[in-house]
Nanobody, 129 residues
Framework: QVQLVESGGGLVQAGDSLRLSCAAS????????MGWFRQAPGKEREHVATISQNSRRADYTDSVKGRFTISRDNAKNTVYLQMNSLKPEDTAVYFCAARTRGGLYDSWTRSLSSAYDFWGQGTRVTVSS
Protein backbone atom coordinates (compact mmCIF):
# COMPACT_ATOMS: atom_id res chain seq x y z
CA GLN A 1 0.00 0.00 0.00
CA VAL A 2 2.89 2.34 0.75
CA GLN A 3 5.60 2.71 -1.86
CA LEU A 4 8.99 4.11 -0.90
CA VAL A 5 11.62 5.13 -3.44
CA GLU A 6 15.12 6.06 -2.34
CA SER A 7 17.55 8.15 -4.35
CA GLY A 8 20.80 10.03 -3.92
CA GLY A 9 23.29 7.24 -3.37
CA GLY A 10 26.59 7.08 -5.17
CA LEU A 11 30.33 6.64 -5.02
CA VAL A 12 32.22 9.21 -2.97
CA GLN A 13 35.51 9.61 -1.16
CA ALA A 14 35.97 9.57 2.58
CA GLY A 15 35.07 12.95 4.05
CA ASP A 16 32.52 13.75 1.36
CA SER A 17 28.79 14.29 1.82
CA LEU A 18 25.65 12.82 0.33
CA ARG A 19 21.98 13.59 0.74
CA LEU A 20 19.60 10.67 0.41
CA SER A 21 15.93 11.16 -0.33
CA CYS A 22 12.98 8.84 0.15
CA ALA A 23 9.75 9.68 -1.63
CA ALA A 24 6.65 8.05 -0.18
CA SER A 25 3.22 7.39 -1.55
CA UNK A 26 0.08 7.67 0.51
CA UNK A 27 -2.19 10.38 1.79
CA UNK A 28 -1.24 9.89 5.41
CA UNK A 29 2.53 10.29 5.22
CA UNK A 30 2.45 12.75 8.08
CA UNK A 31 1.24 9.95 10.36
CA UNK A 32 4.14 7.60 9.57
CA UNK A 33 7.23 7.15 11.61
CA MET A 34 10.13 7.00 9.17
CA GLY A 35 13.52 5.41 9.37
CA TRP A 36 16.75 4.82 7.52
CA PHE A 37 18.53 1.49 7.75
CA ARG A 38 21.59 0.16 6.01
CA GLN A 39 23.05 -3.19 5.11
CA ALA A 40 26.69 -3.75 4.29
CA PRO A 41 27.85 -6.82 2.36
CA GLY A 42 27.78 -9.89 4.55
CA LYS A 43 26.22 -8.05 7.49
CA GLU A 44 22.77 -7.74 8.99
CA ARG A 45 20.58 -4.75 8.35
CA GLU A 46 21.14 -2.08 10.98
CA HIS A 47 19.37 1.03 12.13
CA VAL A 48 20.80 4.38 11.07
CA ALA A 49 18.23 7.01 12.00
CA THR A 50 14.53 7.44 12.72
CA ILE A 51 12.22 10.43 12.85
CA SER A 52 8.80 10.79 14.40
CA GLN A 53 5.59 11.78 12.66
CA ASN A 54 5.87 15.39 13.74
CA SER A 55 9.69 15.66 13.57
CA ARG A 56 9.84 16.22 17.32
CA ARG A 57 11.97 13.12 17.89
CA ALA A 58 14.98 11.88 15.99
CA ASP A 59 17.17 8.90 16.86
CA TYR A 60 20.60 7.96 15.54
CA THR A 61 22.85 5.01 15.92
CA ASP A 62 26.02 5.96 17.77
CA SER A 63 28.30 5.47 14.78
CA VAL A 64 26.59 8.24 12.77
CA LYS A 65 25.57 10.63 15.51
CA GLY A 66 26.96 14.08 14.80
CA ARG A 67 27.56 13.28 11.14
CA PHE A 68 24.12 12.33 9.82
CA THR A 69 20.86 14.26 10.05
CA ILE A 70 17.41 12.88 9.34
CA SER A 71 14.62 15.24 8.36
CA ARG A 72 11.24 15.14 6.68
CA ASP A 73 9.02 17.38 4.62
CA ASN A 74 5.48 16.17 5.08
CA ALA A 75 4.16 18.51 2.40
CA LYS A 76 6.39 16.68 -0.10
CA ASN A 77 5.95 13.18 1.34
CA THR A 78 9.71 12.95 1.58
CA VAL A 79 12.26 12.00 4.21
CA TYR A 80 15.94 12.87 3.90
CA LEU A 81 19.22 11.67 5.28
CA GLN A 82 22.04 14.19 5.13
CA MET A 83 25.32 12.33 5.48
CA ASN A 84 28.46 14.33 6.18
CA SER A 85 32.05 13.27 6.86
CA LEU A 86 31.44 9.91 5.26
CA LYS A 87 33.69 7.03 6.19
CA PRO A 88 34.45 3.78 4.38
CA GLU A 89 32.51 1.93 7.07
CA ASP A 90 29.39 3.80 5.95
CA THR A 91 29.46 1.82 2.71
CA ALA A 92 26.15 -0.04 2.44
CA VAL A 93 22.81 -0.18 0.75
CA TYR A 94 20.59 2.33 2.50
CA PHE A 95 16.90 1.56 2.91
CA CYS A 96 14.01 3.83 3.75
CA ALA A 97 11.28 2.38 5.96
CA ALA A 98 7.83 3.46 7.14
CA ARG A 99 5.80 2.53 10.19
CA THR A 100 2.11 3.10 9.56
CA ARG A 101 0.52 1.49 12.62
CA GLY A 102 1.06 3.97 15.38
CA GLY A 103 3.84 5.47 17.38
CA LEU A 104 6.52 3.76 19.40
CA TYR A 105 7.70 5.51 22.51
CA ASP A 106 11.07 3.91 23.10
CA SER A 107 14.08 4.75 20.97
CA TRP A 108 15.45 1.21 21.10
CA THR A 109 12.17 -0.21 19.84
CA ARG A 110 12.15 2.33 17.02
CA SER A 111 15.55 1.06 15.93
CA LEU A 112 14.24 -2.42 15.14
CA SER A 113 13.60 -3.42 11.54
CA SER A 114 10.53 -5.33 12.72
CA ALA A 115 8.89 -2.07 13.78
CA TYR A 116 8.45 -0.97 10.17
CA ASP A 117 5.76 -2.08 7.75
CA PHE A 118 7.09 -0.94 4.38
CA TRP A 119 10.51 -0.71 2.81
CA GLY A 120 12.07 0.85 -0.23
CA GLN A 121 14.33 -0.92 -2.69
CA GLY A 122 17.48 0.70 -1.35
CA THR A 123 20.13 3.02 -2.71
CA ARG A 124 23.79 2.13 -2.69
CA VAL A 125 26.39 4.29 -0.98
CA THR A 126 30.05 3.49 -1.52
CA VAL A 127 32.74 5.44 0.32
CA SER A 128 36.31 4.95 -0.81
CA SER A 129 39.31 5.59 1.39
Amino acid sequence: QVQLVESGGGLVQAGDSLRLSCAASGRTFSSYGMGWFRQAPGKEREHVATISQNSRRADYTDSVKGRFTISRDNAKNTVYLQMNSLKPEDTAVYFCAARTRGGLYDSWTRSLSSAYDFWGQGTRVTVSS
